[in-house]
């Protein structure tokens, strides 16, 4: 393993572990101030929609300010369908690297969570494909792209199911 994909992969390991702690501050910190999250919707069996701002989207922050509202709403709980937020545990497999730049990196991993809310555990799992950066001496997520390959979602989805 070389010390490249070590690296990214204790980054994105971490990363799944604030979200699971809701640990906010130091999640949102992963992420650069003008990163996308996006999460398409499916058009067909095997095509989803290729641009947020013509079709529907499960999830569409433009830049982190869409996901810093989501976690002021879980916080002061003006989020009902979040009320109360599921137990989360984020697992990362399959993590591939393409280096685009010195400090650029598409990284496209497989995912799986289980989750726990109201008595009920459920499990939602696809791929993701996040460009990360250097800055300074950790990386940020500038973009996160996530396939959701559920056929059926049993409740209401946000950013922290996947």
Partial sequence: ??????????????????????????????????????IPQWESEYKYVSDPKIGMSLVYYANRSGLEDRIYRLRTGKSAA?????????QVSNVRIQEKTDNTLDVLLGWQTNYTRLGQTEMLYGE???????????????????????????????????
């Fill in 1 to 38: 393993m070389t010390t490249l994909q070590h690296e990214i992969e204790q980054f994105l390991y971490e990363q799944a572990t604030l979200c699971d702690r809701r640990d906010w501050d130091a999640y949102l910190d992963t992420f650069t101030e003008s990163s996308e999250f996006w």
């Fill in 82 to 90: 979040s009320n109360p937020l599921p137990r989360t545990q984020h």
């Fill in 128 to 162: 993701a494909t996040l460009t990360l950066v250097k800055v300074e001496d950790s990386w940020k997520i500038q973009r996160k792209f996530v396939v959701v390959f559920n056929d059926i979602i049993n409740s209401v989805m946000d950013f922290y199911h996947v």
